[in-house]
Structure formats: C-alpha cells, structure tokens
C-alpha cells in the first residue's frame, strides 16, 4: 500500500515539474513581448519542425535542435504570432493534429478518362498528386500505396501550397491505367511542362510512402523553375538589369528553394520569372545597403 503512494506522489511531482517547466518557458516567451520576433533557439524541436513544415522548408538530414532551429533562423525570422499558433496546439498534441487533419480539403476521385485529362492533363497551371490504385486482380481488391492517415498528412502539408491531390481507381477505367502503364499502386505528380498554355503536362511517379520524403520529393521537382542566381555578379549584371518581363526574387541564406516559392514558379510558370540568391553572411551587409 505504502509502495502506492510513494508511485502516486512521484506521478503527481512528476506532472507539476512538466506544468511548471512549460509555463517557465511561456514566461520566458512572454518576456521577449518587447521584441517583434523570437528566439528560435529556446523552441522545443516539435515547434521547430512544425514551423519548417508550414514554410516548405525540407529538414531532411537535420536530426539534432541546434541544426533544426539554425535551418528556421535562416528560412525567416521567427514571429510571436507564429509561435503563439505552435503554443495553442502543444497542450494536445493527438487532438490538434486531429483538427488539422480533419480541416484538410477532400481530395478529386477520378471515375474516368476523360475526367481525368479533363481535371489534370488540360488544367496547364495547376500541380496534382494524384494517388493511383491499380485494378482489382480476381476477387484481390487492390491496396493504395498510402493509407488513409498518411495520405491525409500529406494532403494537409500540400494544401497551404495550392497543390491539388486526387485519387484515381483503375477499377473506373481500366483502359486508361492500362495504356499508362499503371499496374502498382504508385503517386503520380502532374504539372505543365513548359511555359505556354497549350504545352503539355509531365507525369512523374514515385512509389515513396513516408509523408516527409514525398514532400521532399514534390519540392525537388517543382524548383526546376527556379532559376538559382549563382552571386551578386550575377544579380547586379543580369537580374536587376534586365527588363524582360516580371521577376521576383528571393535573398535567404537557404541552400534549397522552399515549396512556397517553388509552386508559385509553377503556378504562375510563363508569366513571373521567379529566382533565388543564397545570401553569404559577408554578402548580407552589401545587399542591404542597395535596398
């Protein structure tokens, strides 16, 4: 009985250390009220990761808090209207991602060919991740590469980006997944190939299942419009010279482009040039004398 006890006070001692740390930690954030911006080095890494996610910013590598929170410094600066939104959610972790997952837009069910090239393949400045689940072999029905909850948390990390996701059962048409080749389970990512409305729409596939890496890969192949702006040479001779259309440009110390910019790069492909500058520490001062 005594044993009890002594596990029940250390239960509850244990629950007023973890309540007393996270409001010292609110405290400590309260204090910074002065200040626009926050530390992102006195974040927990779920927080660091959370605001990497809702940038487009892959922390594919990074594994240990002092390179994830160097990865969010160099993205942006960190706001206390974003951490506040990252604080209202840490209470319950299980419960906000239920909300979250449940707020996500429902995805397009193709139930033929021609809603399928009529959706996708014509719709020339719009990106699709399309699930494909291949037809039912015998009695055998056919199992999605993703299950629902995986499939969902991607659709929830694309949804901010403006990247439409959609399921295709070959069972509808069977014809079509035929002539496509399509007899696995696989994801399909759709977007225009060129620059001009009437060119045609690439089809990549991909049978990665990790919710991460299929971000990592849609960010990989979405930046081929992002033109790299190699150094300031550059950026003063050809880029703020020249007047060929509309251009924007973001400076980061960001080795990769984020997803925001590169679905924007797609989006409005043919009409923006969009670029991007890896902005050395000893290049920043340089750069913003001439704003």
Sequence with gaps: ??????????????????????????????????????????????QLKQLLENRGVSYTGYVEKQELAQLVKESADVSNAEVSTLSSNA???????????????????????????????????????????????????SEPLLDDYTWRRVRAHLAPFAIRTGVLDCNYDRRLCR?????????????PKGTKPKDKVILRSSQLTRPQAIVEWLREELSIRVHKVADVQELKEDWLTST???????LTHLLHPPLFLA??????????KFGMLTVKNEEEAELLKKR
């Design 1 to 46: 009985m005594r044993s009890m006890w002594v596990t029940l006070a250390l239960l509850l001692l244990y629950v007023l250390l973890v309540f007393l740390g996270s409001r010292i930690i609110d405290l400590f954030l309260w204090c910074q009220g002065g200040s626009q911006f926050v530390d992102p080095f006195v974040l927990s890494v779920s």
């Design 179 to 191: 002539s496509k080749g399509w007899f696995e389970p696989l994801l399909l990512l759709a977007l």
């Design 244 to 250: 060929d259309g509309i251009k924007v440009l973001l």
């Design 263 to 272: 679905a924007l790069s797609i989006k409005f492909s043919g009409r923006i």
């Design 91 to 141: 209470g319950n972790s299980a419960e906000a991602e239920r909300e979250r997952l449940s707020a996500t837009p429902s995805s397009s069910e193709f139930v033929s060919s021609d809603h399928f090239y009529e959706q996708v393949e014509d719709t020339k400045d719009s990106v699709w991740l399309i699930q494909v689940l291949p037809a039912s072999v015998g009695k055998e029905s």
